[in-house]
């Protein structure tokens, strides 16, 4: 049976299921902090088989390379290439010179926000904020609230107030286009004033074995709807998305697509629907990657994305950002305006 349980003791759980494999020591040698770095891989990475990675054959392709290099930033330049084969954003590699980022999982992609066109053509530079949230009334009395990041803590006291100020508007735009993630606890703190009774919002497993299909039971996370705004309920929602929503972000898109009155609006999130967690090599190196899959309350891997909903993928090109224009804003407005009361 599925064990239901807080985001909070899911997490920990993770962790603490994380550290029941050992980790096998490798010599401080080029060769053996590759190898140890191949292997922590193998053992502990989550997504070989949605990322469609034969990762024995990258052993087999990267390491004659290794053997090659004369240098550390040149065995690091090694490293950097065989974990850019898991197209995962969440994969970092840092050295004391240097740092891998794999950012074709966004750079690839129509950016689909302009701060500046937001701020000068649609909130006219007045808005209220509080920490990392943007809120305001757009015209036609239409609620808009910007969450840029979700590094910062969002308390409870924080939404009330914003929602509060917002609930005459005849329905509400939540812009989370450019949200990189932070910490899933400000998911549950958001997305439950828009569900309707207590609501499954995603499920987390982890690596129980070394296999890399070895994975525990999924651990069900329930949110506990906030009764204070019911009124929310009953109006549209418009979710703006685009590729650069990613990590924490990308989970809130998919929680938040489960709302029945909600519609999200703009491109494919960028993907990063696993919980990270880091490890050390022999030369200090510090390592990180996706430990534990994230699946939506469908059962679905969220780690490549979560689309619009059906109809309502858009995107704008440079020359709608040099007129002015935000067709995913618009597109939302129109919505709102459309359904909203």
């Known amino acids: 049976m599925k064990k239901s349980l807080t985001a909070l ?70 490293c950097s290439d065989m974990l850019s084969e898991l ?8 050295s004391w010179f240097n740092t891998f980022y794999y950012r074709a999982w966004w750079s690839d992609y129509p950016q ?20 990392p949230i943007t809120f305001a009334i757009l015209p036609s009395n239409i609620g808009y609230i910007r969450i840029s990041s979700f590094d910062s803590g969002i308390g409870e006291g924080n939404m009330n107030a914003i929602l509060a100020k917002l609930i005459r508007t005849r329905g509400l735009i939540i812009d989370i286009r450019d949200n990189g993630g932070g910490s899933m606890t ?26 890399h299909n070895d994975f525990s039971e999924p651990y069900d996370v329930y949110f506990e709807p ?32 489960e709302c029945p009155q909600v519609t999200v609006i703009g491109a494919r ?27 939506d309350a469908r059962g679905n891997c969220i780690e490549n994305g979560v689309d619009p909903t059906p109809g309502y993928e858009v995107n704008f090109t440079d020359e709608d950002s040099a007129a002015g224009r935000d067709p995913i804003l618009d597109t939302a407005i129109a919505f709102i305006a459309a359904h909203g009361f």
């Open 9 to 78: 003791a899911a997490a920990i759980c993770l962790l603490f299921a994380a550290g029941c494999h050992e980790i096998e020591e490798y010599p401080n040698t080029y060769m053996g902090n590759f190898d140890q770095l191949w292997q922590l891989f193998d053992e502990h990475y989550c997504f070989f088989e949605e990322k469609g990675v034969d990762w024995d054959s990258i052993y087999a392709q990267y390491r004659p390379r290794a053997l090659n290099c004369r240098s550390t930033q040149e065995l690091f330049g090694v």
């Open 87 to 94: 197209r995962d954003g969440h994969v970092n590699l840092s």
């Open 112 to 131: 689909n926000f302009n701060e500046r066109v937001l701020q000068e053509n649609y909130l006219y530079f007045n808005y209220d904020q509080l920490g």
């Open 186 to 211: 400000n998911i549950e703190t958001i997305a439950r004033r828009f569900m309707h009774g207590r609501t499954l919002a995603y499920s987390i497993r982890h690596k129980d074995g070394k296999g």
């Open 226 to 257: 906030q009764a204070d705004f019911l009124l929310w309920l009953n109006k549209p929602v418009a979710l703006l998305t685009n590729r650069s929503t990613f990590s924490a972000a990308n989970v809130f898109a998919a929680v938040l697509k």
């Open 269 to 295: 999130t960028g993907g990063g629907g696993g919980m990270p967690l880091s490890y050390e090599l022999p030369f200090g190196w510090g390592v990180r990657m996706s430990a534990a899959p994230i699946h």
